[in-house]
């Protein structure tokens, strides 16, 4: 591994704290247009065949942000020695009848980065955000074939509740859609390393 990435506890900033420090702040778009390009090449499965533009991906932060200051979404970044290393948000449901619930739509970690803890501390930020705003029901999808993210969301107490058979098309292959969830309605047994601490 490279870039000073390997044994070290990411720091998990939320948004306000991303935002308001005046260097990670402004290049926050930048660097997460560099993993997730880097990662789409690499054929990670996070929604593009082929790597998106930078302006597609400041206006996804854009739209994060603000649903963010809206009360309706959260975003978590992590650092390891200034340097983005992973992220991940989610949105609350935009219809009526779904508000009390979100959707965990993306987490991206750095290829340099990985096996060494940042997926485990932004997802378990973000599901202690979603606990602090009030969210019933945490959602989330993963392409069939994404064991390592599938084996880390079970580890946090995600259950599946449905499977979609061939429905991701990438080319001419097909994966399964696999849909998740957590219910964070009343008391949860103990998810497996789920500290709200980055680990």
């Not at 980065?113 to 959602?139: K, N, W």
Request: charged letters at 25%.
């Amino acid at each position: 591994m490279t870039g000073g990435t390997d044994h070290r506890a990411p720091r998990v900033l939320d948004a306000a704290d991303l935002f308001a420090d005046p260097v990670l702040g402004p290049g926050f778009a930048r660097e997460a247009h560099r993993i997730l390009a880097d990662l789409v090449r690499g054929g990670a499965a996070l929604g593009w065949v082929d790597p998106p533009a930078a302006g597609e991906v400041a206006a996804l932060v854009d739209g994060v942000a603000a649903a963010v200051r809206a009360g309706d979404g959260a975003l978590r970044a992590a650092y390891t020695d200034g340097r983005l290393v992973g992220f991940g948000y989610w949105l609350r449901y935009a219809r009526p009848t779904h508000r009390p619930h979100a959707d965990l739509e993306k987490l991206a970690v750095d290829a340099a980065a990985q096996g060494h803890g940042v997926g485990r501390a932004l997802t378990a930020a973000l599901i202690a955000d979603a606990e602090r705003a009030g969210i019933e029901v945490l959602t989330l999808d993963a392409r069939g074939d994404n064991t390592g993210a599938l084996g880390l969301y079970r580890s946090l107490g995600f259950s599946e509740y449905g499977r979609l058979p061939d429905f991701v098309a990438v080319g001419p292959r097909r994966y399964d859609k696999v849909l998740c969830l957590l219910d964070l309605r009343g008391p949860r047994p103990h998810a497996s390393g789920a500290s709200r601490t980055a680990s």
